[in-house]
């Protein structure tokens, strides 16, 4: 059926809803066009892209309204890397870990695997729903994930009562669209090829004063730290504007580009709230149909950014995915390793409502060519 051709008023004028890379806004891929002469292959040690580092750190302390003491740093190498440089430079002695999906499975088992901490103690959940971590005598950080990108698990930030460790979270689906209370974490941390509609290889990392004294300190102790890995170098050169090695100079654009978009329209709160409406959306049509379903069965832990619908088994998710890729619209695909028959739409700030609205009828039209 990938042949099917779907009517155009049937096609979202913009066909991107992957969880990542995502949709990057075509006005601030213009304005990098725009500047791109003066920007693009010049040092990022000079003001032009200092000033680009400058713009994403007092863009995001505005953005998430971030208290005294915290601070914005930047790393090239993505969350994918900071979970290496956490085991670090973060996590003292022993963590723990709420794992409820792929993402949440890989920094424990990071921490699992180094040979300088003690095995983490890791509280895991069925795929769909989220744990809920204790205070544990002797753990220091507590690793949680605001939501779950392979599953649609939003999880709600908490620090456990009682708990003396830091509280780390993987923000990366989340940041720039899902509300919480700063005060709760420490270190919430992300890329910028989500809610902040850029590409990938940059991580941020948003730390509380406590976060940052912990870093201080390990980079103190007698631990070797790889210079890659090492946060103090990270926090002291964002202090200075800067990375400590050559970033991805249109990655910082388009960045702050997302960023200030984001502001100038009501900041976080507003991003909420669009995101809400999209995912809202997608559920409430996926439980009038008979042949889908929210595959997150608790409403309260459903994301409102990354959505995930199973399809009954007379409908083939692979094959009504494969055909809205043929008609353009693009990477609805589930989750690779989840194994269910299921699509994942992102609706991320820069995905329009009207264009998720879109999608829906485009899943109907093909559904009903399926049958």
């Not at 004063?209 to 170098?233: G, H, K, N, Q, Y």
């Not at 580009?257 to 909420?272: F, H, P, R, T, V």
Request: glycine share 8%; charged share 25%; hydrophobic share 45%.
């Amino acid at each position: 059926m990938a042949d099917l051709e779907i009517p155009t008023e049937l096609r979202p004028a913009d066909g991107r809803f992957g969880c990542g890379p995502s949709k990057v806004r075509s006005e601030a891929v213009n304005q990098l066009a725009e500047v791109a002469d003066g920007l693009l292959g010049t040092s990022h040690r000079k003001a032009g892209v200092k000033g680009q580092v400058r713009r994403i750190r007092e863009g995001l302390t505005t953005f998430f309204a971030l208290p005294d003491g915290y601070e914005v740093v930047l790393g090239a190498g993505g969350a994918t890397l900071f979970w290496d440089a956490a085991a670090f430079g973060l996590v003292r002695e022993r963590s723990a870990h709420a794992v409820l999906g792929e993402f949440s499975q890989k920094f424990s088992k990071v921490c699992a695997g180094a040979p300088h901490l003690a095995d983490p103690i890791i509280v895991e959940a069925p795929y769909g729903s989220a744990p809920e971590l204790e205070a544990v005598d002797g753990v220091d950080l507590y690793a949680l994930t605001h939501c779950e990108t392979s599953t649609g698990v939003a999880m709600p930030l908490r620090r456990p009562e009682g708990a003396e460790g830091l509280v780390a979270v993987d923000a990366t689906s989340a940041a720039g669209g899902l509300a919480f209370d700063i005060e709760e974490v420490d270190a919430y941390y992300f890329s910028p090829q989500k809610c902040f509609a850029s590409e990938g290889g940059l991580f941020v990392a948003l730390l509380s004063p406590a976060a940052l004294a912990r870093v201080e300190e390990l980079a103190a102790s007698e631990r070797w730290i790889p210079p890659m890995l090492d946060l103090a170098t990270a926090v002291d050169n964002s202090r200075k504007d800067q990375t400590y090695n050559t970033p991805s100079v249109s990655t910082l654009f388009l960045m702050g580009e997302q960023i200030d978009w984001m502001n100038e329209s009501g900041g976080l709160a507003w991003a909420a709230r669009q995101c809400k409406a999209k995912a809202d959306h997608l559920y409430a049509w996926a439980e009038s149909r008979e042949w889908a379903s929210p595959f997150v069965g608790d409403p309260a832990l459903r994301s409102n950014v990354v959505c995930t619908i199973d399809l009954d088994e007379r409908v083939d998710a692979g094959e009504v995915s494969a055909t809205l890729r043929a008609n353009g619209i693009l990477d609805t695909e589930a989750y690779r390793k989840l194994g269910r028959n299921q699509l994942r739409v992102a609706v991320f700030p820069a995905v329009d409502l009207a264009d998720v609205e879109t999608l829906t009828a485009a899943v109907d039209y093909v559904v009903d060519a399926l049958s």
